[in-house]
């Protein structure tokens, strides 16, 4: 048990234009769902934290105008980049967690969505 | 401010065995995860300590020391597919992750 999916796995995308990711827990309701953004040979950056139902909380420096993330059911998070820009490439990771779940309350990771802005 | 400091980069040889260390400062602490990440993918989850000691699981064993803020991975048999970057990560007094930057662990045959 504990799966996480994330839709697409990856996107290429012209300038401008807006990329929704949604991530799902397959097995188990995720009350709390994290969005990370990791750059090439760089760690995990954790961009926000959405509880289910609640809006998110955004980390110091990440636009919530930019970043839309909607946590609407205990199974999906959606993470949308708006007016994406070549900047804005990099592989985004959510992951979930839920209560009791595991053995460590740890976070499931999704196999990660690697957007290309043109 | 927090804090999680762990090698850029490690080079070890298949069959040996490595240890990678992780140091931490944290707003409070509630535990302290190690977390394997191939290159593309996303992270797996190896370990978990809360308390001060050794914790083994199979070929990979990982120590903590809470009075000393330090932590070590360590792996055992190396195998060609042990080669990835390895992730230390501290749950703050809110139960948010601090990572850090990751250690790349090279295998050479």
């Known amino acids: 048990g504990a799966v996480v999916s994330q839709h697409p796995s990856w996107v290429i995308c012209k300038s401008g234009t807006s990329v929704k990711i949604e991530c799902r827990s397959l097995?188990?309701?995720?009350?709390?769902m994290f969005w990370y953004r990791q750059f090439p040979k760089q760690s995990l950056m954790l961009m926000a934290t959405?509880?289910?139902?609640?809006?998110?909380?955004?980390e110091q420096g990440v636009e919530k105008d930019k970043f839309l993330i909607n946590h609407a059911s205990l199974t999906l998070s959606t993470l949308t980049v708006t007016s994406a820009h070549p900047e804005d490439s990099s592989f985004y990771i959510c992951s979930a967690r839920e209560v009791g779940r595991g053995d460590y309350n740890e976070q499931f990771f999704g196999p990660g969505t690697r957007l290309t802005v043109l | 401010g927090q804090n999680i400091d762990q090698p850029t980069e490690m080079t070890a040889t298949e069959g040996a065995i490595v240890q990678i260390n992780c140091t931490y400062q944290?707003?409070?602490?509630?535990?302290l995860f190690w977390y394997q990440q191939h290159a593309g993918e996303a992270p797996t989850f190896l370990s978990y300590n809360v308390l001060d000691g050794l914790e083994e699981k199979g070929r990979f064993s990982s120590f903590l020391s809470r009075s000393k803020g330090y932590s070590y991975l360590l792996l055992k048999e190396l195998q060609m597919k042990d080669s990835a970057s390895y992730l230390c990560?501290?749950?703050?007094?809110?139960?948010?992750?601090?990572w850090g930057a990751g250690t790349k662990l090279i295998i050479k045959p």
């Open positions: 959405s509880n289910e139902g609640s809006k998110a909380t955004y």
């Open positions: 944290t707003s409070g602490f509630n535990g």
């Open positions: 097995d188990f309701q995720a009350t709390t």
């Open positions: 990560a501290v749950a703050d007094s809110n139960y948010q992750l601090i």
